[in-house]
């Protein structure tokens, strides 16, 4: 049990669809990101909340389309995505964010195709 | 530009010592993060280095020289389960975590 979980844990979708992935952690932890996963590439940091705010954005297409309607669940809102989103999808949350020892606590990611 | 590099894969023998490379280019620094991720599996935290030197946690043991931009992560004693893939990331001037693409590891028995 990693404190962080996310669903669904696999997810195919078609261009043309419309689906959200969901991450929750009880932790009480602040900041919540994510990041996507694809092999053999660092992580790339797509979003960060902090207190429910949204503090980054890392230049995101919008096709992705975050939600964090409270400080334990995080939402990411697929629609018409493209093949190359195919990835790993990570969720992490820290105690604060833009401190220190900064220590992120990961999800297990939901692996996402797009056909 | 910032630029993390770690070798892409490695492999090592059961019982055996490994150490995992990491060199580091950021604007600022805050700190050095290793991670662990099993296949299919979230990354989990190792370790974190902010002052030069060598920190030991059990079987593993991480070093850190700001001077060099180079940190690298030890393993004694591998067990098959220490086959994972190894992530580096380190902290910029604003706490940005720059990440590394990962060091496979294979054990071998």
């Known amino acids: 049990e990693t404190g962080v979980t996310q669903t669904p844990r696999h997810l195919v979708m078609g261009m043309t669809n419309k689906k959200s992935l969901k991450c929750e952690q009880h932790?009480?932890?602040?900041?919540m990101y994510w990041y996507k996963q694809s092999a053999k590439k660092p992580l790339e940091l797509m979003f960060v909340?902090?207190?429910?705010?949204?503090?980054e954005n890392n230049s995101v297409p919008s096709r992705f389309s975050p939600e964090c309607p409270n400080s334990s669940h995080l939402f990411l809102h697929l629609h018409t995505l493209q093949p190359e989103d195919s990835a790993l999808y990570l969720c992490?949350?820290?105690?604060?964010?833009?401190?220190?020892?900064?220590?992120?606590?990961f999800g297990a990611g939901s692996r996402l195709t797009v056909l | 530009g910032q630029n993390i590099d770690q070798p892409t894969e490695m492999t090592a023998t059961e019982g055996a010592i490994v150490q995992i490379n990491c060199t580091y280019q950021?604007?600022?620094?805050?700190?050095l993060f290793w991670y662990q991720q099993h296949a299919g599996e979230a990354p989990t935290f190792l370790s974190y280095?902010?002052l030069d030197g060598l920190e030991e946690k059990g079987r593993f043991s991480s070093f850190l020289s700001r001077s060099k931009g180079y940190s690298y992560l030890l393993l004694k004693e591998l067990q098959m389960k220490d086959s994972a893939s190894y992530l580096c990331?380190?902290?910029?001037?604003?706490?940005?975590?720059?990440w590394g693409a990962g060091t496979k590891l294979i054990i071998k028995p």
């Open positions: 990331a380190a902290a910029d001037s604003n706490y940005q975590l720059i």
């Open positions: 909340y902090s207190l429910e705010e949204r503090v």
């Open positions: 992490a949350s820290s105690q604060e964010q833009g401190s220190g020892a900064n220590v992120l606590t």
């Open positions: 950021t604007s600022g620094f805050n700190g």
């Open positions: 280095n902010v």
């Open positions: 932790l009480g932890h602040n900041a």
